[in-house]
């Protein structure tokens, strides 16, 4: 979950691309696939029905619920793989691969340290984030207002604390500052059995310490049968880089986090420039 693009860099052109036996595009969504206002492209239906004709499946790879990825992608989802909560959570079709969750000691203590930062005048506020719902106890409107983009199946409770806390994707923390800055050393300094993921210029999630998209990647790929190789995946921030490793053509957008620039093979179109759609169609046509 993204909000400020970097400076954009230039995009490998198209010829440069290798031919590869491509199955599996993964993509994460803001700052990749969706555009700049947050807009799914428009011709993604098109495109992805293009795509299985030439045997490759789709399936994003976010930092967002499953409602929401359902509620915002529709039909383009239908039977296929699904990477929810920055890979504690997947799903093919209606078929759970793959879960990650958090203890109750740690989600406890990650809403505690949220309310510590919050009382020592930091603009900040915990989602606890479930596999079918996510709850908040934050409910002025700029708040909920940030939550309602990435939280379809979000409920507003009295006491984050008073819930039984035992299936506990991640614990994502929203910072109208600078997270990365402000709030992200803290929260790793309070919780250090979970990683702390810097997924935004303001969101952090606190989930398990082994999940990621890549282990959620692998796991997709155990289950069709397909490999690293014939995987092409897409990103833009820090925390799509493990995706890295599970593919063999990888992709940076040209707006991308310098860091997940560097780690990329290739730099694809900015995601205002419908940059996975042409790279896709690029490597499709590269393969002949």
Known sequence: MTDTPYAPAEPTPFAQYEPTDLRLVIADMDGTLLDGEGRVPADLGEAVARWREAGVLFAPASGRQLANLHGVLGHVLDGGPVIAENGTFVVIGDEEVHSDTISKDEAVAAIEVTRRLAGNGLDVGAVVACKRC???????????????????ALEVVDDLLALPLDDVLKVAVYDFG???????????????TVQTVVSGAHWTDMMPSAASKGRALDAI???????PEQTA??????????????SGPSFAMANAHPEIRELARYVAPANTDNGVIRAVDALLAARG
């Not at 908040?136 to 983009?149: G, L």
């Not at 600078?178 to 250090?192: F, G, H």
């Not at 790929?221 to 490999?227: E, F």
């Not at 833009?236 to 599970?246: G, K, S, V």
């Open 134 to 152: 996510a709850y908040i106890d934050r409910s002025d409107e700029r708040f909920v207002e940030q939550c309602v983009k990435y939280y379809e």
């Open 178 to 192: 600078d997270i990365e800055r402000e709030a992200a050393p803290d929260l790793r300094a309070a919780v250090p």
């Open 221 to 227: 790929q155990r289950r069709l049968g397909v490999a």
């Open 233 to 246: 995946a897409f990103g833009d921030y820090l925390n799509d880089r493990d995706l890295y490793a599970f």
